[in-house]
Structures are given as structure tokens and as C-alpha cells.
């Protein structure tokens, strides 16, 4: 018997996203609601329960009063909003950032689907707090610029609209309460909350995660290759992963780090570049905001809870 899979906000970017990865899957059986059904509350209840997994693509509001009309104890969720990335109870769907997170996706019951906006720089801190390399009150600063599909339907019709006119660099979160600082703050292993200065570019999907490091001020400063090798070890041990460390390499610029070159596959990029004389660093992460940063990774824990 194939597993249930209801979309609850199939309609919404991330969800028509999760629908075009599954289209072809022989294996699942996908659940939806009629047309004429679609904003019954009984209705969603319904497939909630009927489902084996049930793919939250939801506002955080809506995504916990689905969660809440779950009555069994058998659908398992995964929910690509905010509202449960830190509550307890629910396991982290970054698959990469522990060597044992796939395994604790896998056996768990309820996912919260990581925001696209801190994956790259959890893929990149992390390893170097479990190394001894980096104090998790070390200040922390994360740039980076997402395609404007990361802004949901109104964003992606005013980038359309406005086609060569629309910004090719907006800055936001610029009263810094970006929505995903406690998420990087937790995953990150950081003490207190980073700065995130994100921008939105004139494309419609793909991303670039810029972490700067002041390295001088540290006890031990470690050079440029020893966070490239705690990296590197920390993603190498990962059997499975789909997160890609490049080599070592000291370049003015690399034409590769293009925002959108992974656009429409789950994988991720890391990059570190170092200038020791300065004792500076830059973690770099390249990704797509609707890939691994939202559907594609939806779909690879939704894969590990199938044990497929």
C-alpha cells in the first residue's frame, strides 16, 4: 500500500514546488482536497488524518491549528513554516547538520522544515563550534542575497510586474527581527542572537549565505584551513548528505559562485576563503532558497521519515 501524502497549502510557492518534485513518483499516492472543499476546516481535518505524512506549506497561524486538528497518532508532519522550527518536541530537517540528524529525521514524528535563509550558515558555524574553533559567543554577521520567490506570491507578482525595472539589490530586515534568528541562533550553536542582513536580487530563485568572520580577537586563531578542514571532516562523515565542501583555494573571485546554479536540485555548495595575515575569514554557501531551502529539503526528510 503506497503512504498517504497530503500538501495542506498545496496552492502556495512552496507547495506547488513539493507537487512538481512528486509528480512522477510512483510510489506515493498524493491526497488532495476538492476544489469545492478547499476552505472547510472539516476538510482539512480530514485528509490530515487520512494521511501518512501531511506537508505543512502554511502561515505559521494556519500550520498550528493544522497540527492541532490531528487526532491520531499515526500522521507524521513536516512543516515548512516558522511556528515549530524551535519548539520543542520537533526535530530539525536539516539532514547535514549533525551526523546523526538524518537518523533523528527519520524515527521522528514530527519535522519542522528549516528556513532557507539559515541553512548555509548553520552548514558553516556549526562544525566549527563541535571543532573547538569558534566560542558560541563569538559575534556573528550573515549576509547574503535569495531570489524573490523567497518572498512568497506578492513578492514574486511585484518582481514580475516590474520584469528589468524591479531592484536588483534590496536590502530587508533592516529593523534586524529577521524571522529566522532564532532558528540560526539555536542551530548554529550561537549564545546570543547574530545580525542577518539579507537583500532579495532580480532573479526568481537561488541564493548566496555570506558569513564574515573577525578572527583576531580569539585565543587560538585558526587559519583559514583548519575551519575549511573541521568543514570539510564534519560534512565528509555524513553518509548520504547532499552538502558539498570546495577545495581549499585562495582566488580573488570564482565565477561558480552564482546564486542560481543549483536552482532546482536539493544540493548546497560551501566554500571558505581566508586571508590569515588579516586573521579573516568568509563561509560562503550556495543553495536554492526553493531547493534545499525549502521544497527540496521538505522532500528529503519527507524520504528519510519513509525510510525510501
Known sequence: MKPKIFIDGEHGTTGLQIRALLAERGDLEIISIPAERRKETAARAEFLNAADIAILCLPDDAAKESVSLITNDTTKVIDASTAHRVAEGWAYGFAEMDRDQAKTIASAKRIANPGC?????????????????????????????????????????????????????????????????????????????????????????????????????????PSGADLHAAIADHFAAIKGGVVEVAPYAHLERMPEIDPEVYNGTNRMKVYVFANDKRAQALLLAVYDNLGKGASGAAVQNMDLMLGT
Open 117 to 221: 535563509w539559515p541553512q548555509g550558515p548553520i552548514a558553516t558555524l556549526r562544525p566549527l563550534v563541535t571543532a573547538g574553533l569558534r566560542p558560541a559567543d563569538f559575534p556573528i554577521t550573515v549576509n547574503g542575497i535569495s531570489g524573490y520567490s523567497g518572498g512568497g506570491r506578492p513578492m514574486i507578482e511585484d518582481y514580475v510586474a516590474k520584469g528589468e525595472d524591479a531592484s536588483e539589490f534590496l536590502p530587508y530586515g533592516l529593523t534586524l527581527q529577521h524571522k529566522h534568528v532564532p532558528e540560526l541562533r539555536a542551530y548554529a550553536k550561537l549564545s546570543h542572537d547574530p545580525i542577518m542582513q539579507p537583500a532579495v536580487g532580480n532573479f526568481a530563485q537561488g541564493m548566496i549565505t555570506v558569513v564574515p568572520l573577525q578572527l583576531g580577537g580569539l585565543d587560538h586563531v
